[in-house]
Every structure is written in C-alpha cells, then in structure tokens.
C-alpha cells in the first residue's frame, strides 16, 4: 500500500506547484498535529496551554487546526518554550517529503522534554564532549555570514542583523533571554559542522 502512495506521491511532486501545495498543506498538518500530540502528552489542556504562551483555549484550538497556515516563528518558539523542547525550522529537498509522509504517526510526534531528555544525560556528556569540535556562536555566525550588512532575518526583527551599537549589551531576542551583541563574544556552544 505505501509503496503505491509513495511511488504516486514521488511523481506527483515533480510537478511544481503541485509540489508546494502538497508541501505547504503537509507542513501545516504536521505542526498542527505536533502541537496536539504533545500537549496531551504533557498532561495540557488547550487553555492551559493557552496560559503558558499568553493566548486562549481558542487559540491553541486553532493552531491545532491542520488548515491553519499563518504560523509565526514567535509563536512557534513560545510553544517550544511552554513544552521545553527547541525549535528546529529546515529547508528540505522536495524528495524527502514521501519518506516523511509514510513515517508520520503519533510516536515520531511525541518528544521528550529537556529534564528527561537521555542526550542531556550527566553520562552522556562527559563521554561525548570534544573540545576540538565545539566553537563560539560568534565565530559560527562569521563563518555563515550571519550578522554581515544590515540584514533581515527570522521574521524581520533583525536577529543576526547589524542593527545595534558596538558593544551593547544585553540585546532581548522576543523570548526573553539577553545575549551578548559583541562581535565573537561566546553566547553559546555549538558542534562545528563538518
């Protein structure tokens, strides 16, 4: 049966706008869903959720709507915030899109939270840190080019972007965290890629 759906599917896309129909309409579908799986997996209810990001029951109510399409990266970072997990936001071949099609269920939805997280054990970490392969956020963005020129980015509210004085800081980046401005300053840790 998935082999049919797969083999139509993959046809299907070559064809351009269908490709971003289907595409648009999976994504939706798939935060929509997300959002409900794992807030019945926290024990949440809409309106309880709802309280956690500042909005109502009927809010929550509409981003689990599988037809709703007006989905912020604000809004999308306070719900990873209210169910303490990150945000993840990728650019994807079109070809991936019938292997996620065929996996989408209701355990590859379900994450845990930070505090139960097995990557973020104690064990786990002393065995898996290589000096070698960490580097400063600032460096990072220097090599990916973010933060040169006056650039606009995640939703137009500058992050990354120039548009601050030499030296200031702390900067609120809209969730609530101040992070250094300085160019090369450590904000964080990150694997080198490569």
Known sequence: MFGDIEYALRSNLRDREYAEEYAASFLNAHVATQIKVIREQRGMTQAGLGSRIGTTQAGI?????????????????????????RLRVSFEPYGTLPDEVIRFDRARLETVDRESDPGLT???????????????????????????????????????????????????DGIGRAHERREGSAIGLCSAIG
């Open 61 to 85: 109510s509409r981003y689990e709507d599988v037809n709703y399409s007006s989905w912020s990266l604000r809004t999308l970072m306070k719900l990873a915030r209210a169910f303490d997990v």
């Open 122 to 172: 104690e064990n786990r970490i002393k065995s898996e840190v290589d000096s070698d392969r960490l580097v400063d956020i600032g460096a990072f963005k220097a090599l990916a080019g973010i933060g040169q020129g006056n650039q606009e980015d995640i939703g137009g509210r500058g992050y990354g972007s120039d548009s601050g004085r030499e030296g200031e800081s702390p900067r609120n």
